[in-house]
């Protein structure tokens, strides 16, 4: 195995990754870390899990292979993992699912996310209310604008939605707002991140539990094809479907690996959220990990069409799979990814969400170059209800 | 707060801050995303980096600031801005500036070697935070770790002013000074002067004030009436039980 692939014991993938955390909180991801290491290896956690992932979210979501898209292209085949048929819409469920279960096995009476688009929150909500868990969503002011349905599908779902209005009002400071929250709470509450972002052991909790996208993706494949796909393209923003789909490949070296990221309105500082692109290593949010950020170290503020790949950090397993060049990573504008959307819309019948409209685009790219009997799987992280206004909006269509 | 509302503001203040009693003085770099620190120090860092204010910067006003006092000085920021500059460059600027530690509140134990190393060479002290939920094996590993003082974390929590102190305080500075010889600094939360007495009363060696401080430099920019209230906070507090031992005993 190659160092970047597993948790060294500080919790290190390569260089990144770590604990860049207030003391405060180090005995409670030491708690957490090895509240996991057991529930992980206790089979009634991983039944549950397994039952709630069948019987309540829909697991295993197709692995469908896009037809009509593949001829309109006319390269290799393009399959879609279909998270987007996930209970809630989108692979976040995945993960709040697995997490909320751990938080209830440590006894913690009341959690806490923080959410950009609304996306996490929803979801955390969501298994909150089946779980019988207290849930309290940060969400930067700004987003709560934007997203104002997905703020009040979080209410009907019985979560309290706490406004934050620090500094840019939107995902980053929703986090940092979360992390202040569970200092002064930590004794009683569970935090629970939604991506693969954070201190050590929050990437790899988060990375396990989302592996059942390419776990799924290898099973169906081997089923379908006898084979392993050539070619795996997901999105990137703080990287969970991501690093969910390539984490059960990683040692198939022949399995090319490929992140999609946000490249906005173009590369200048500001105008996009492609952090491993366009970023340099250093600490945000807990880890180490590459950050968009200025010469002095300050985060930059960052943009996207996407609400959900709008984050100027990313995981530090991915960081560091870019350092090895175990897995490429690539910027696709906001204009490319409305390519990719009106694409599945009209070929598929599927309207994506806009953060797997990123993949999706590349996915035809690559596609495009490859030959007829080699396989590209491209997952779907979500569906584009969400999106519709957006959509709409850049079409300069009212609805 | 450095460069709130600019650097030539915060030189003034931070002479009043000696003037009116203050034995350690604080310089905080601002840095954009200040996950341990309440909304005084938040939005002062905030003021701070849209005047423009730039980590090298404020360890110039520290040079300036050694020109004129003896007064142990201490740069407060977060892991970010320190590797951007480069943790060996850093370290340099900060020894040259005369600057005698440096607090980093998201710079766990376990990530600490990697900065205390070069500032331990440039004899920069590296000081490490102890929490109210830090096991006490831990403490004794974070003591060992510290350089100049240890700073314990009075609460649960950010920064910021709060009305009243944690209850366990006492027992905690007791079981500190039972598992180290270095000073202990105690801060987060402490707002009054009767809280900074009863600090120094619960055994502490030096009481840290931030967050009441930097509101009410913020508030009212006025150096003398920062003075005042500096000294407001300090009365009655017998000189070998002020921070005077900390730090400065190196140079």
New interface residues.
């Given amino acids: 195995m190659v160092d970047a692939y597993i948790v060294r014991k500080?919790g290190y993938f390569g260089q990144f990754g770590?604990?860049?955390?207030?003391?405060?909180?180090?005995?409670?991801l030491h708690e957490l870390e090895a509240a996991y290491e057991e529930a992980k290896e206790d089979p009634a956690f991983l039944e549950e899990l397994e039952s709630y992932y069948r019987h309540y979210g829909g697991r295993p979501t197709p692995l469908y292979l896009a037809r009509r898209l593949t001829d309109h292209i006319g390269g290799a085949q393009i399959y879609l993992k279909r998270e987007d048929l996930c209970h809630g819409g989108a692979h976040k469920f995945n993960n709040v699912m697995g997490q909320a279960l751990l938080a209830r096995r440590m006894g913690k009476k009341r959690v806490i996310a923080e959410t950009g688009a609304g996306q996490h929150g929803v979801a955390t909500a969501m298994v909150g209310a089946v779980l019988g868990l207290p849930v309290e969503v940060y969400m930067g002011a700004a987003d709560m604008q934007r997203q104002s349905l997905n703020v009040f599908r979080m209410r009907l779902l019985g979560a309290t939605v706490h406004r934050v209005e620090?500094?840019s009002r939107t995902l980053?400071?929703a986090i940092?707002e979360a992390?202040?929250d569970w200092?002064?709470?930590?004794?009683n509450t569970y935090y629970l991140l939604g991506s693969v972002v954070g201190p050590h052991p929050y990437p790899t909790i988060v990375r396990d539990f989302q592996s059942v996208i390419g776990r799924e993706i290898r099973e169906q494949s081997l089923e379908r094809n006898g084979r392993l796909p050539d070619l795996l393209v997901a999105c990137v923003g703080g990287g969970s479907n991501a690093m969910g789909t390539f984490a059960p490949f990683l040692d198939d070296e022949r399995v090319e690996l490929l992140g999609v990221e946000a490249g906005g309105r173009g590369m200048s500082p500001g105008e996009h959220s492609a952090s491993l692109t366009g970023g340099r290593?250093?600490?945000?949010?807990?880890a180490r990990s590459y950050?968009l950020?200025d010469?002095?170290?300050?985060?930059l503020e960052t943009h996207s069409i996407s609400a959900g790949l709008d984050y100027p950090g990313v995981g530090p397993q991915l960081s560091a799979l870019k350092d090895i060049k175990r897995a490429s990573f690539v910027a696709v504008t906001d204009k490319q990814a409305l390519e990719g959307f009106h694409a599945l819309a009209t070929y598929e019948g599927i309207l994506p969400a806009l953060e797997p409209a990123h993949a999706v685009f590349v996915a035809m790219q690559k596609a495009r170059e490859m030959k007829r009997d080699e396989v590209v799987v491209v997952t779907v992280s979500g569906r584009g209800d969400k999106d519709m206004a957006t959509v709409a909006d850049s079409m300069g269509v009212k609805v | 707060m450095a460069g709130d509302p600019d650097l030539r503001m915060t030189e003034s203040l931070a002479t009043a801050c000696e003037a009116g009693g203050a034995d350690l003085l604080e310089l905080g770099i601002p840095f954009s995303d200040p996950i341990a620190d309440g909304p005084e120090i938040q939005e002062a860092g905030q003021r701070a980096l849209r005047a423009g204010t730039r980590p090298r910067d404020v360890i110039g006003l520290a040079a300036r600031i050694r020109q004129e006092t003896e007064i142990p000085l201490v740069l407060m920021t977060y892991m970010n801005p320190v590797l951007a500059m480069g943790l060996p460059t850093f370290a340099e600027r900060a020894a040259s500036a005369g600057v005698d530690g440096v607090v980093v509140p998201d710079l766990s134990l376990e990530a600490s070697p990697e900065i205390r190393e070069p500032l331990d060479a440039h004899g920069v002290d590296m000081i490490q935070l102890v929490a109210p939920s830090t096991p006490p094996t831990r403490a004794a590993a974070i003591a060992d770790a510290s350089r100049g003082f240890l700073y314990v974390v009075a609460r649960y929590g950010t920064t910021g002013a709060r009305s009243s102190l944690p209850e366990d305080l006492r027992g905690r500075i007791a079981a500190l000074h039972r598992v180290s010889s270095l000073p202990l600094g105690v801060g987060f939360g402490v707002t009054t002067g009767a809280h900074v007495r009863a600090v120094a009363a619960a055994g502490a060696d030096g009481v840290v004030v931030g967050s009441s401080i930097v509101r009410r430099a913020a508030e009212r920019r006025d150096p003398e009436d920062l003075r005042k209230f500096v000294a407001e906070l300090a009365t009655g507090l017998a000189v070998e039980r002020t921070t005077s031992s900390i730090s400065s005993s190196k140079r």
């Fill in positions: 500080r770590g604990q860049y955390v207030p003391e405060t909180l180090m005995p409670a620090q500094g980053k400071d940092n992390l202040r200092v002064t709470n930590v004794e290593p250093g600490v945000l949010h807990g950050v950020q010469d002095d170290g300050q985060v």
